[in-house]
């Protein structure tokens, strides 16, 4: 597209790199308390505004903040809403009739309200973060200025790596076109799910699907599980089910939990996807809906059901996961002297084992609980590079330093990939293994927090160069010492010689691969 015809008017677009305030770990003020000052001036004024944050706990922290902040001047006009995955529909009808109507002055959401639906003019667009993606970058700018006068779009960098790339490579955001969308057909949940939907518009007829590798196979156990029906040689829709409303637009996992608040009568108050359970809904976790906090009193895992019950605290939850990976095919492989990079299916396993209590405001820690909930186990595709052995020899590194190192590196490049892949950074995870046990050596992972993947996984298989000599570039220019969020991750993560070895790792892979 060359041309855009779209209402349009005069656009700033600001990059605000937050202050440093601890140099020497490389810590910046916090995105989201800069960016709810910037939107209070904005909304005291009246200004309609929309504030972008990628998670779903932000969005709630973000609304949280300006309610409190903006207090008084919620009598006046003001109106601030929160909306994001999770809300029921006739919430965020209202809130999308609100925006149109001018009723409402601000919102803070995820990427849902990014594009397709009608939510009217507004003025400032701010943005929590690099969104993933330069498409997604410009959808959410494009939300303000869509009549005359002024906008302006703010993107207010955290301290990540891909962030404080782009605040010193500002050009990529506006020299590079918008990424090519990526998805696998033959990802087993998205065709199943794509089957069910055509067969509802219009039965299958077996010669016309006879040369189509596996469709038979799936037409047959949806018969078998009583959702078609098999008349002749024609497979029909045999559901009371409507097949697309279960089909999410954000995961590929259909099974969702809902959540009930017993202060009121077990009213149901949202949902949460089945992967986003044990972390959003583990006992004891503080569920914040709509600035409203609620503490999750039990996590029925059989029923799908969490009770929660009307709070009010000063924190909120984040809860940490082990994660475990085991290779069960390899797709492709490379080989360039001793180092082998692949692409495949793997088997991931994710279990929640604690969560920390974290303060409004000041984010400090104040306290922390175990949790012993059921392992989650998601088929998914990765991509991997294989080490030598005796890799900390020839990089001159010390082998007690290997593992921390191998973090390090996993933590960089995991967080500089979503630039080469069309996805969200929370699309992609990574991992090292001193010793994998699939390859015997030391191995880094890139896995597709999806299910079954969609093919980012082979595109970084295609790109890995690229990737390579821009996780270089980045290291070589942050001026921490050790190692910082901005780059590999503090050094009480990675050791304190860790940025050095990490360089090291990098050069060894651009003398060994082809740039």
């Given at each position: ?101 001018g ?82 057909p ?91 359970a ?27 059901k ?14 940490e ?17 001793d ?8 088997s ?26 059921p392992e ?6 990765a ?32 967080k ?100």
């Open positions: 597209m060359d041309n855009n015809g779209a209402p349009s008017c005069e656009r700033h677009f600001i990059i605000y790199n937050p202050p440093i305030i601890n140099r020497q770990l490389g810590i910046r003020k916090s995105a989201v308390n800069e960016a709810a000052r910037l939107a209070k001036l904005f909304l005291k004024n009246k200004i309609q505004t929309i504030i972008f944050a990628r998670f779903r706990l932000n969005v709630e922290i973000m609304l949280t903040y300006l309610q409190q902040e903006l207090k008084g001047y919620l009598n006046t006009g003001v109106n601030i809403a929160g909306y994001r995955g999770g809300y029921l529909p006739r919430e965020r009808r209202k809130i999308e009739s609100g925006l149109r109507q009723t409402i002055t601000g919102v803070v959401s995820t990427n849902a309200l990014e594009l397709g639906i009608d939510i009217g003019h507004l003025d400032v667009s701010i943005i929590i973060g690099y969104p993933g993606s330069i498409a997604s970058l410009w959808q959410q700018a494009g939300r303000a200025g869509r009549r005359q006068g002024s906008a302006v779009t703010i993107m207010v960098a955290n301290s990540s790596a891909i962030n404080q790339f782009l605040c010193s490579e500002p050009k990529y955001i506006f020299d590079h076109n918008p990424e090519s969308g990526i998805i696998d033959h990802n087993l949940i998205i065709r199943t799910n794509h089957l069910k939907c055509a067969a509802f518009e219009l039965p299958f007829g077996e010669s016309e699907i006879a040369d189509d590798d596996g469709t038979i196979q799936i037409l047959d156990y949806l018969t078998a599980s009583n959702l078609l029906r098999k008349t002749g040689n024609r497979y029909h829709w045999s559901s009371e089910i409507y097949p697309a409303q279960q089909i999410s637009l954000r995961s590929a996992s259909p099974d969702n939990f809902i959540i009930l608040n017993e202060s009121n009568h077990n009213e149901v108050i949202g949902e949460v996807d089945y992967f986003s044990p972390i959003f809904l583990h006992p004891e976790a503080i569920y914040l809906h709509r600035a409203r906090q609620f503490q999750v009193t039990n996590l029925d895992w059989t029923g799908k969490a009770y929660v019950k009307e709070v009010d605290v000063d924190y909120y939850t984040d809860a996961t082990k994660t475990d990976l085991k290779v069960l095919a390899v797709n492709e492989d490379n080989t360039f002297s180092i082998v990079i692949s692409h495949g299916d793997v991931v396993t994710n279990v929640t084992v604690l969560f920390k209590k974290i303060k409004f405001h000041t984010h400090e820690n104040v306290g922390s609980g175990a949790l012993n909930l989650l186990e998601m088929h998914t595709t991509f991997w590079y294989t080490f030598p052995g005796d890799v900390a020899y020839k990089t001159d590194i010390d082998n007690s330093l290997l593992g921390g190192t191998l973090r390090g590196l996993a933590n960089l490049l995991g500089i990939a979503p630039l080469w892949v069309m996805c969200d950074p929370r699309d992609l995870r990574s991992i090292s293994q001193l010793r994998a046990p699939f390859t015997e050596r030391p191995t880094v992972y890139i896995y597709e927090n999806i299910p079954g993947g969609v093919g980012l996984s082979e595109k970084l298989f295609n790109e890995h160069e690229r990737l390579f000599e821009t996780s270089w570039e980045h290291i070589k220019k942050c001026p921490c010492t050790d190692g910082c969020p901005t780059c590999i991750g503090p050094p009480m993560e990675v050791g304190e010689r860790g940025k050095k070895g990490v360089i090291k790792l990098l050069e060894y892979l651009l003398a060994l691969t082809p740039v």
